[in-house]
């Protein structure tokens, strides 16, 4: 069965910076794309960003660009979230979730995981 | 940004009845070199991550209850949920991955009536 188990969410400052982990199991990692989905406290959905299977192409919502950087390390089945200079509007539950194809991006997903909760507040 | 609007924003339905749920996009999601719709629908139970429940449109995911079906093309698109039962109390999304950036609809309640 696939996996995905989120770490590192928590509580931090307006400005301050957190890493996001996404432990993955269950199926071949390097194959697939990877991909952020946030969801703000009784809010809907928003992509955050994408990072491919292989050649670890990566992208990014405008609202996140520059700030956040997404990363794998496909030797360790693990996928990342660094997240910098935090405001109030980041923060959420942050999911990592699995794209639905593998080889390419079909850019829907088919297993997510449970989430981390980020909240940023002084 | 391709804006994706459901309606209506709550339902609350009979066990056993219809709920449909639709799903209108700003620009079309057909694309035609290939025919295919690019939208999805996702089930999320409270507490729970989004479940994929329908993509290219129509195909329903592996376990997916055949009550679940979905119809339209290109901007407008229907979630249709036959015989309700309790455990389809959810929110439902709609999202398109067609354009870049992917974006999801604000979300559907669903409830018993």
């Known amino acids: 069965d696939v996996r995905l188990l989120e770490s590192g969410g928590g509580l931090v400052q307006p400005g301050g910076s957190l890493r996001l982990s996404c432990a993955a199991s269950?199926?071949?990692?390097?194959?697939?794309?990877l991909t952020w989905v946030r969801q703000a406290p009784g809010k809907g959905l928003e992509w955050v960003s994408t990072?491919?299977?292989?050649?670890?192409?990566?992208f990014y919502a405008d609202s996140v660009k520059g700030r956040f950087t997404i990363s794998r390390d496909n030797s360790k089945n693990t996928l990342y979230l660094h997240m910098n200079s935090l405001r109030a509007e980041d923060a959420a539950v942050y999911y990592c979730?699995?794209?639905?194809?593998?080889?390419?991006?079909?850019?829907?997903?088919?297993?997510w995981g449970q989430g981390a909760l980020v909240t940023v507040s002084s | 940004d391709i804006v994706m609007t459901q309606s209506p924003d709550s339902l609350a339905v009979s066990l056993g009845e219809r709920a449909t749920i639709n799903c209108k996009s700003s620009q079309s999601v057909l694309y035609s070199s290939d025919n295919k719709n690019y939208l999805a629908w996702y089930q999320q139970k409270p507490g729970q991550p989004p479940k994929l429940l329908i993509y290219?449109?129509?195909t329903r995911e592996s376990g997916v209850p055949a009550r679940f079906s979905c119809s339209g093309s290109g901007t407008d698109f229907t979630l249709t949920i036959n015989s309700l039962q309790a455990e389809d109390v959810a929110v439902y999304y709609c999202?398109?991955?067609?354009?870049?950036?992917?974006?999801f609809g604000q979300g559907t309640r669903l409830e018993i009536k």
């Open positions: 269950g199926f071949t990692f390097s194959s697939f794309a």
């Open positions: 999202q398109q991955y067609l354009h870049s950036p992917i974006t």
């Open positions: 979730a699995k794209d639905a194809t593998p080889y390419s991006s079909s850019w829907y997903f088919d297993s």
């Open positions: 290219w449109a129509s």
């Open positions: 990072i491919s299977g292989s050649s670890g192409t990566t």
